[in-house]
């Protein structure tokens, strides 16, 4: 009888993290019981906070608890594991967490086969056999096994409803139908579920006829993508080569040039060099006959003296102009002017020509694009109506005013376990953005971060993975008493601008366009995010200073 007892709360007996029969089982601070290895992992993934807590609870502990196993507890789950199903039986007799049970199975319960609507009961095939064997139970109406039994019997009559009342749109017992239904229009439950079998039967084709003339769409338009795809890749390819072909003209025209000018170079040197020996030629004559000229002054013998300076003194005409002059700057500037001219011309045909394609071929494919708002009027055409999800809620943060308020408090919320609420000082919107949006939000506190997120980015794990601006599935402003910092993929960027309480987000989602604003008594934009956005996105709060009495709200603007 004791494992009997046992198995009947064997759930009592299992880990709530893994599911699992409790291994190596332990017991912490606020009574709760895990595998060791469990609640090891989960406050492993808990240290960065420094703040433990328990999974089903959430009572939080400091400093992190010493962990030590639970031997009486251990040996009940060893002998639980001795009162195993019947080997003799195949595993899926059993009744999983999905299946209908049998109410008569004691230990553990195999799966129920059929309902007795006058009993009350599911049973599996062994104790359903009294109903085909015993007379007293040929007259029970069997059905379907359900885990709902207790709403097919009526609640004033206590009789099985196999009446439907077509006035008040409900199921009704025999008696409702002779007493507080009576002269209403009521038939048999099985009557009506034929009525409505021909209308579900109705519906479902036109459904399907609307899912294969969507399916039909859906392949116009996929070979509307092979179509744009295939013009995109000729096009690239057509510019490709033509571009490349220009780029092989100007090397050609370019080489040309450059051989020209070589040439021309090579021609001048030679010329001017050839002009440069003459010069120098002639510097050396001319002081050779100043040499003699000076030694012939210091003869003094008259006669000679006057021999020989007919001779020397007379001289011979010079052989290059006296008024040569060099010009640097001058050789090839034709050249130069030239190339310079061209280079002028290609750029206005190629700024000419890519203006014709932006503004003909390339706006006839993309969808013309909506002015930015300039002035709050304008943002104000966007706005949003943004409520905060509870099942998101960090249990710390208390929601109000009709979920348009977080607050953070000292004491944990009465929130139920949720696998979308964040584990660290967050709460996430429940309305998905998309398209053009703007909303506003006051804050009063130490700070706050303003973000929009992914509601694929993850509740529970480290600091990088579930905060807010800190991965890449979040885009956050930092917003404090003195500065503003913007977050995203765990980069920081500083912001500038003025101080104030009450902030403007604007999105285009489809543009990739987040910007955010400080609002007063004008708009002034604080900080504009281009990127590419692939999932709809949350607006978000991050109130991670942990200081009690911190405010943020979404604000009404209509």
Request: proline fraction near 4%; include cysteine.
């Amino acid at each position: 009888m004791a494992q009997k007892g046992v198995q009947l709360d064997r759930e009592c007996f299992s880990c709530s993290i893994c599911l699992d029969l409790l291994k190596n089982p332990v017991a912490i601070p606020c009574g709760h019981s895990y595998c060791m290895n469990c609640i090891k992992s989960h406050w492993d993934g808990e240290d960065v906070k420094r703040e433990y807590s328990c999974p089903q609870c959430r009572r939080t502990f400091k400093p992190r608890p010493v962990l030590g196993k639970n031997t009486m507890l251990a040996d009940l789950v060893e002998k639980l594991k001795k009162t195993g199903p019947d080997p003799a039986l195949p595993s899926y007799y059993y009744a999983g967490p999905e299946d209908v049970s049998c109410d008569v199975c004691t230990g553990t319960k195999l799966k129920a086969c059929r309902s007795c609507l006058q009993c009350m009961v599911c049973f599996c095939e062994e104790h359903l056999q009294p109903h085909f064997e015993l007379p007293a139970y040929k007259k029970h109406q069997l059905a379907a096994p359900t885990k709902e039994l207790q709403e097919s019997v009526c609640s004033v009559h206590n009789e099985v409803m196999k009446m439907f009342c077509r006035t008040d749109q409900q199921s009704i017992c025999y008696l409702c139908s002779v007493d507080e239904h009576k002269g209403h229009d009521t038939v048999s439950a099985a009557a009506e579920r034929t009525d409505r079998q021909r209308g579900l039967e109705g519906t479902r084709f036109d459904i399907q006829q609307r899912v294969r003339d969507r399916e039909k769409d859906v392949k116009l338009l996929q070979k509307e993508v092979e179509a744009i795809n295939r013009s995109a890749d000729k096009t690239v390819e057509h510019f490709g080569k033509t571009f490349t072909e220009l780029i092989r003209v100007m090397e050609k025209r370019r080489a040309d040039v450059k051989r020209q000018v070589r040439s021309q170079q090579k021609t001048e040197v030679s010329r001017v060099k050839e002009l440069q020996k003459k010069v120098e030629q002639e510097i050396t004559e001319l002081k050779r006959r100043d040499a003699e000229l000076q030694k012939l002054s210091l003869t003094e013998d008259h006669k000679q003296f006057l021999q020989d300076y007919p001779s020397l003194s007379a001289l011979s005409g010079s052989t290059h102009s006296s008024g040569l002059k060099a010009h640097p700057l001058g050789y090839f500037w034709d050249v130069t002017a030239a190339v310079s001219e061209l280079r002028n011309k290609l750029q206005d045909v190629l700024r000419e020509g890519w203006t014709n394609i932006s503004q003909t071929e390339l706006d006839l494919l993309l969808p013309q694009q909506e002015p930015e708002p300039k002035t709050r009027a304008e943002f104000l055409k966007y706005s949003r109506d943004l409520t905060l999800d509870p099942n998101t809620a960090y249990t710390r943060l208390l929601l109000s005013d009709g979920n348009r308020k977080a607050t953070m408090m000292i004491d944990e919320q009465s929130y139920s376990s949720h696998p979308e609420r964040y584990t660290w000082w967050q709460v996430l919107s429940r309305e998905s953005l998309t398209g053009r949006c703007y909303w506003e939000v006051k804050w009063v506190g130490r700070g706050l971060r303003l973000a929009v997120a992914y509601k694929s980015m993850s509740r529970a794990g480290s600091w990088n993975q579930c905060t807010f601006g800190q991965n890449e599935k979040s885009w956050a402003l930092d917003c404090d008493l003195h500065c503003y910092n913007f977050w995203n993929n765990d980069v920081q960027t500083l912001v500038s601008g003025p101080q104030t309480s009450r902030i403007g987000v604007y999105l285009d989602h489809s543009a990739g366009v987040l910007s955010y604003y400080s609002v007063s008594d004008t708009m002034t934009l604080l900080h504009r995010v281009q990127t590419t956005f692939t999932e709809p996105l949350h607006a978000g709060f991050w109130l991670g200073w942990s200081v009690p009495g911190d405010t943020v709200e979404m604000c009404k603007l209509k």
